[in-house]
């Protein structure tokens, strides 16, 4: 793989550059230290990816990423910062990861490791595409093809979600959450290893979750649709859903419709 490390600070990209050399997966490991020079190298050079700060003396890395999703052929991003509050907004960016300094070599190789499973899906022909073409006639929309990086609609969704919870940021992975409810005013994630409480509202999280997955059944439920265990009838003709772990939840009769198409029980 080749890699870019922008960071203006000298220290922290030859910290950078030593664990990346460790790690063994590059043959090329270029610096940058401005937007500047970043977009230069980025014309004569194609970076698989690059690991971006979010503080570049008076600019911001995120603005740079913005930039950098909008060529053909991005590359994939990292973010690689000392500042934890930024991690929501680089997700919504398509982020590939968000590693916070002081940097360990078993943090770095684990980000790597992300970039190499995306590049070796990325190399088999048609394969990413299907899978998006499949994920999308399961719910009737259009294919974004991947290539597209200049469309104003994202192009697929991401396979993680970010929350935040008692001031730390949690990253968890989509298809590990069974399901999203509210209660009291607060939204709970139900995942397989735990649940997580938040005063964040359920239709933020619904904007963010990938609409092939995630099914919404009450105005305060939504699920994911491969955790679905078994379908009962349940009172005023509608089903009470029984999701992994033997979490139970109703589908509201105003949602009755959809979930039944969406689970082909039409």
Same mark, same amino acid.
């Given at each position: ?58 600019? $911001? ?44 070599? $078993? ?84 995942? !397989? ?49 029984? !999701? ?23």
């Amino acid at each position: 793989m080749n890699t870019l490390i922008v960071d203006d600070e000298p220290l922290a990209r030859n910290e950078l550059n030593y664990l990346l050399t460790q790690n063994g997966h590059f043959e090329t490991i270029d610096e940058a230290e401005t937007i500047a020079e970043t977009l230069e190298k980025l014309l004569y050079e194609t970076y698989d990816v690059i690991f971006l700060d979010i503080n570049l003396m008076n600019e $911001s890395g995120l603005d740079l990423a913005e930039k950098i999703q909008k060529m053909k052929q991005a590359p994939y991003i990292i973010f690689a910062t000392a500042h934890d509050n930024f991690a929501v907004k680089a997700f919504e960016l398509d982020a590939t990861d968000y590693i916070l300094k002081p940097f360990e070599q $078993s943090r770095i190789d684990q980000a790597v490791e992300r970039v190499a499973a995306k590049l070796n899906t990325a190399s088999v022909p048609g394969k990413e595409n299907a899978e998006e073409q499949s994920a999308s006639e399961k719910v009737g929309e259009p294919v974004r093809h991947h290539s597209d990086r200049t469309s104003d609609v994202p192009i697929k969704q991401p396979s993680v979600l970010p929350i935040e919870v008692d001031e730390r940021i949690y990253v968890l992975n989509q298809r590990d959450i069974i399901a999203l409810s509210v209660n009291n005013g607060k939204t709970t994630l139900h995942t !397989l290893s735990r649940d997580y409480e938040t005063t964040e509202p359920l239709n933020t999280f619904a904007k963010r979750l990938n609409p092939t997955q995630f099914l919404r059944i009450h105005r305060s439920t939504i699920i994911n649709q491969a955790h679905i265990e078994t379908i009962e009838h349940w009172f005023n003709y509608t089903y009470q859903v029984t !999701l992994t772990g033997g979490l139970k939840v109703q589908v509201s009769r105003s949602y009755m419709k959809p979930f039944k198409a969406a689970i082909g029980l039409i």
